[in-house]
């Protein structure tokens, strides 16, 4: 079998990274039909949001023989963030799974994901482009100076009259002090 | 050539003394050219972890002929980079529009405190003396 077989379409080159596309319901079945094309070993998982169109869970394996990697990319939408687990094709994904299932909010059939890197009661997913990142609400934002100005003109009077002052990227607004 | 015999030789310049042969567009730390800073902000403001702190204060500048107007120029007064917070991603530079940041292959400045990675804009500067004249131009 090739790679295309196994996949159903070609695999597109890019960057020179061979990337296939799978279906979520085939991830399994696929990863270990490509793990029996000589891609035995266990590279990275990871996962990608992509806000609307969902999440994208990412697998980079590598072929040892051929000295070639091959990246298997599957989606799931954002209201059923399910991906089935590849812990019974390489034992060693359940490490990056339980890591994705955390800090991206993906349950991982047939995994239980337990508890691995955030603080215990931590509420949220970080690494999901909602998540509100709070020390940057916390902190003074260098960039909320303008051209011509210093610190001290920032702290004259941060509530009193005056322009709009820029905010940081990734504060929503009604966050922080009022601006 | 095996990874490892690179690795021997490496060594072997090393302990010669010689300096590390860096491969081209390496990236050491960033050189501030504070002529062609218009303290625009925008280094500042695209900085993914916030380590460019730039002070600076208006100047009017008289007109220069009877019917002119007086102009305001914006003058640096502090221009600061955290090299313990920066990533070394170079987005500062690539942002700059007038070309007043650059990458230095100079890449040898750990200290033994974190606020002693803060350059401010005189070591900014010094670190220019090692910046690779820009590839030529396509013909």
């Not at chain 1, 990337?19 to 979520?24: C, E, S, T, Y």
């Not at chain 1, 891609?39 to 980079?60: K, N």
């Not at chain 1, 070639?68 to 359940?94: I, K, M, N």
């Not at chain 1, 603080?119 to 990142?133: I, M, S």
């Amino acid at each position: 079998m090739t790679l295309a077989e196994v996949l159903g379409h070609e695999p597109r080159t890019s960057y020179g990274v061979v990337v296939g596309g799978v279906d979520r319901d085939n991830w399994a079945a696929a990863v270990t039909d490509v793990r029996e094309l000589g891609y035995a070993f266990f590279d990275v998982l990871t996962a990608v949001d992509l806000e609307a169109e969902g999440f994208e869970v990412v697998l980079r394996l590598w072929d040892p023989a051929a000295r070639q990697g091959v990246v298997l990319r599957t989606r799931c939408p954002r209201e059923d963030a399910r991906v089935p687990t590849l812990t019974a094709v390489f034992a060693g994904a359940g490490w990056h799974e339980r890591a994705a299932a955390e800090l991206f909010g993906i349950t991982f059939d047939g995994h239980a994901t337990t508890h691995l890197l955030l603080a215990e009661g931590f509420d949220g997913h970080p690494l999901r482009k909602d998540f509100v990142l709070a020390a940057r609400v916390a902190k003074r934002w260098p960039g909320a100076k303008e051209p011509g100005e210093s610190d001290s003109d920032l702290t004259a009077d941060p509530t009193g009259p005056g322009r709009r002052r820029a905010v940081p990227p990734g504060v929503p607004t009604g966050w922080g002090p009022p601006r | 050539m095996t990874g490892g015999s690179a690795y021997q030789r490496g060594l072997a310049a090393l302990r010669a003394g010689a300096p590390a042969a860096l491969p081209p567009r390496s990236r050491g730390i960033i050189a501030l050219l504070e002529e062609n800073c218009t303290v625009c902000m925008l280094c500042a403001r695209e900085c993914p972890d916030w380590c460019i702190e730039i002070d600076s204060h208006k100047q009017t500048v008289p007109a220069r002929t009877e019917r002119g107007r007086p102009r305001v120029l914006h003058v640096l007064d502090r221009f600061a980079i955290d090299f313990g917070l920066c990533m070394w991603c170079g987005i500062c530079i690539e942002v700059c529009p007038f070309d007043a940041l650059f990458w230095s292959p100079s890449f040898e400045h750990a200290t033994t405190a974190a606020t002693d990675l803060v350059h401010e804009r005189a070591e900014l500067r010094s670190w220019l003396a090692e910046v690779p004249a820009p590839p030529a131009l396509d013909r």
